[in-house]
T-cell receptor, first 115, second 112 residues
């Protein structure tokens, strides 16, 4: 596609429910990243996929968070048993090969509200 | 691991004046430094970047300088306009395949 696509754009869920967020990167981009941005805050790294390599999960805040990516296409971020502190905008980004060479392109994000 | 600090956290300037945002990083192996602009409610967008083999890069009204010895880099915006108002994030990438570490952001307000 022309840009990084994320769905849904907004999600309101009850505390304790599971949610699944989707990211469709730019076609041909081998690297995919998930970040979390709380209201008025900076960009918090969650997880990074590069091609078929094992993902870098070092930013995932707890075992309630997981992510998958099929090949070099769509990725899903799953949050189990959501808590109010999970409320944030979840941003996906992709890049052509390594980010240090080409930089990121961000999606519009999914605004998650846990009530 | 890498730590990126950014100052100031907020900055207000009069339209037409210059704005400077500074970042420092901790990992001497970092070699790629992008800057992102995030307007209210929108996604971050890359506005300029610099690699460690270059000391300065300019693109119209924006420029970035890098001092590898001191491990700091700065964003300079000249002739500021109201549409420059946004949050600006610096970032550093220290090794091939690594994700970025972002600074905490600077909220720039350009007053008409």
């Amino acid at each position: 596609g022309a840009g990084v696509s994320q769905s849904p754009s907004n999600k309101v869920t009850e505390k304790g429910k599971d949610v699944e967020l989707r990211c469709d990167p730019i076609s041909g981009h081998t690297a995919l990243y998930w970040y979390r941005q709380r209201l008025g805050q900076g960009l918090e790294f969650l997880i990074y996929f590069q091609g078929n390599s094992a993902p870098d999960k070092s930013g995932l805040p707890s075992d309630r968070f997981s992510a998958e990516r099929t090949g070099e296409s769509v990725s899903t971020l799953t949050i189990q048993r959501t808590q109010q502190e999970d409320s944030a905008v979840y941003l996906c980004a992709s890049s052509l090969d390594q980010a240090r060479t080409y930089g990121y392109t961000f999606g519009s994000g999914t605004r998650l509200t846990v009530v | 691991g890498e730590n990126v600090e950014q100052h100031p956290s907020t900055l207000s300037v009069q339209e037409g004046d210059s704005a400077v945002i500074k970042c420092t990083y901790s990992d001497s192996a970092s070699n790629y430094f992008p800057w992102y602009k995030q307007e209210l409610g929108k996604r971050p967008q890359l506005i300029i970047d610099i690699r460690s083999n270059v000391g300065e890069k300019k693109d119209q009204r924006i420029a970035v300088t890098l001092n590898k010895t001191a491990k700091h880099f700065s964003l300079h915006i000249t002739e500021t306009q109201p549409e420059d108002s946004a949050v600006y994030f610096c970032a550093a990438s220290r090794r091939q395949g690594q994700n970025f570490v972002f600074g905490p952001g600077t909220r720039l307000s350009v007053l008409p």
